[in-house]
């Protein structure tokens, strides 16, 4: 059990690791088609964006079937893929942008730093010049707030 919940675990950190870095070179890169649909204005309840979801749920989804078929640290892999998604949609999409049906504000602490880093990850409506793309750890907004200054003069010369 113990080497079980590890994996988890370390599956939940690894994906913060993964998505920083998919975020980062990615979807602020070749697949900024369906990222930009995150940084501009969009009506409905979804938006482009969302099929990066779609995606990782299928593949913990074959993780799922995998561990149960053949190596069975593979499901705590997907576990803690699906617990890592599971945070992510409330701390993401329902906390920072306030997609949900009911609203929950952050008043202060890890929360609220987390909500002020993603917006000032969202300063930018381009795929170049954005700070903090992890999804749940984030600087100290006041280094993000001094990176943004040092990009947007670098912008102008």
């Given at each position: 059990m113990l080497i079980n919940s590890l994996i988890t675990l370390a599956s939940i950190i690894g994906m913060e690791i993964f998505a920083w870095?998919?975020?980062k070179y990615?979807?602020?890169g070749p697949g900024w088609?369906?990222?930009?649909?995150?940084?501009?204005?969009t009506h409905g309840p979804f938006e482009k964006n969302d099929l990066y979801a779609v995606g990782f749920s299928v593949i913990a989804a074959g993780l799922f079937i995998a561990g149960s078929l053949w190596l069975p640290a593979l499901w705590y892999v997907a576990l803690g893929f699906t617990i890592y998604g599971i945070l992510y949609g409330f701390v993401h999409d329902g906390l920072v942008h306030q997609r949900w049906p009911f609203h929950i504000q952050a008043k202060r602490g890890y929360l609220l730093?987390?909500?002020?880093a993603h917006r000032l990850h969202h300063h930018t409506t381009t795929k170049d010049g954005a700070v903090s793309f992890g999804f749940l750890y984030a600087e100290k907004p006041d280094r993000l707030k001094a990176r943004l200054k040092t990009c947007k003069i670098a912008e102008d010369i």
């Open positions: 870095v998919f975020h990615y979807m602020h088609t369906w990222h930009e649909s995150h940084h501009v204005q730093r987390l909500v002020h």
